[in-house]
C-alpha cells in the first residue's frame, strides 16, 4: 500500500504523516503541491502547518494548488484521504468536507495533549478503533474552532459523519466538541488533532494516533480483497 | 485602469473573536456604548480594463471569501472612473 503525503510550501508535518504511515506498514509517497498526479498512490494525507502562509484564510490559497485538483478526483472516486489540522483547513475549503474552520473562541494558540472520542468507526481512517474508544492526541492550532450551520451540523450528527470529539474540555470553542468529521462515503475525513504525533511515546503522548493509519490500510485491504 | 473593492464579512451569526476582544478593549480608551464590533477585510483589486462584475463576484465566491462563513459584497468606488 503507499499512502501519498502532500507538501504544500509551508507545510510542517508531512515528515511526520509520512513515518506514521511507515509505523502502520504502508510506504509513504512525498506529493508536491506542484504535482499533476498522484503517482499512482492508494490514499493521500493533507498535513499540518500553515501552507502557503495560511494567507487569505487557512487553507484557502492551498485549496487552489494544482496536486489539489487530483486530489479532489481522487475523493470523489472514493480514496481515502485524510486531512490533518491545516488538511482539515483545506479540505473545508475545497468543499470537500462541510464548514469551515475559524479563529478559536478564546484567540489563544492552544497547543496540549487532548483528548478525544472516537464516534464513527465506519470511516475509511476511524475503522480500527472500537466505538466511542478514548484516545489522547496532541492539539496545536489557534484556528481549529469548526463552524457550519444548524442545519449542517444536525444532518451530519443524524449521519454518524462526527468521526471524533473532544473530551474533558473543548480547546477551541468547536461547535459541538466536533473535532473532525467525514464526507457522506466516510473516505474523506478531516481532524484537528494530530495523531501523527502520536505513534510512539518517545515523541508523544501515546500511541493512539496510529489507528488513523492503520485504519487506511485495512480499509484498503477491504476493498482490494 | 479599474478599481474594484471587495468587502468580506464573518455572516452574523458566526462568532467573531477578534472583534469581540477589541469591543472588550474599548472600555479602556473611555469609550463605554459600543454594543458590537465585528472585522471584516477590504481587499482592492485593480484590473487593466474594466473588468466584468460577474468575473469579480466569482473571485470573491470562490476565493477572496468563504461563502460557508462570510459574506462579501463588490463595490466599483466611482472615483476610479475619474482617475
Not at chain 1, 468521526?163 to 473532525?180: E, K, L, M, T
Not at chain 2, 458566526?14 to 478593549?25: C, F, S, Y
Amino acid at each position: 500500500m503507499r499512502i501519498g503525503v502532500v507538501t504544500f510550501p509551508g507545510s510542517l508535518d508531512d515528515v511526520d504523516a509520512a513515518r506514521a504511515v511507515r509505523y502502520a506498514g504502508a510506504e509513504p509517497v512525498a506529493l508536491w503541491h506542484a504535482d499533476d498526479n498522484l503517482h499512482g498512490v492508494d490514499a493521500i494525507i493533507l498535513p499540518g502547518g500553515f501552507s502557503y502562509g495560511d494567507y487569505l484564510r487557512c487553507g484557502a490559497i492551498a485549496r487552489f494548488a494544482p496536486v489539489m485538483e487530483s486530489v479532489a478526483d481522487a475523493a470523489r472516486g472514493g480514496a481515502p484521504v485524510l486531512g490533518i489540522c491545516n488538511g482539515f483547513q483545506v479540505l473545508c475549503e475545497a468543499h470537500l468536507l462541510p464548514g469551515a474552520l475559524t479563529r478559536n473562541q478564546h484567540l489563544h494558540f492552544r497547543n496540549r495533549d487532548q483528548r478525544l472520542r472516537i464516534e464513527s468507526t465506519a470511516t475509511a481512517w476511524t475503522n480500527a478503533y472500537d466505538q466511542d474508544q478514548e484516545v489522547l492526541i496532541p492539539i496545536k492550532s489557534g484556528e481549529g474552532r469548526y463552524v457550519a450551520d444548524p442545519a449542517t451540523l444536525d444532518e451530519l450528527e443524524a449521519a454518524g459523519r462526527v468521526v471524533a470529539r473532544y473530551v474533558g474540555g473543548n480547546p477551541n470553542g468547536s461547535q459541538r466538541d466536533i473535532a473532525g468529521v467525514a464526507n457522506e462515503a466516510g473516505n474523506v475525513v478531516g481532524l484537528m488533532p494530530h495523531p501523527e504525533h502520536a505513534i510512539d511515546t518517545l515523541t508523544g503522548p501515546s500511541t493512539d494516533g496510529l489507528g488513523f493509519f492503520t485504519s487506511a490500510l485495512k480499509h484498503l485491504a477491504g476493498v482490494s480483497g | 485602469m479599474a478599481r474594484v473593492v471587495v468587502d468580506v464579512m464573518l455572516k452574523p451569526e458566526i462568532l467573531d473573536p477578534q472583534g469581540q476582544a477589541v469591543a472588550d478593549a474599548l472600555p479602556r480608551l473611555g469609550v463605554t456604548g459600543v454594543t458590537s464590533v465585528r472585522i471584516g477585510r477590504r481587499i482592492e483589486l485593480e484590473f487593466e480594463g474594466t473588468p466584468e462584475l460577474a468575473t469579480v463576484n466569482e473571485l470573491a465566491d470562490r476565493l477572496l471569501a468563504n461563502p460557508v462563513i462570510e459574506d462579501y459584497a463588490v463595490t466599483m468606488p466611482p472615483e476610479t472612473e475619474a482617475a
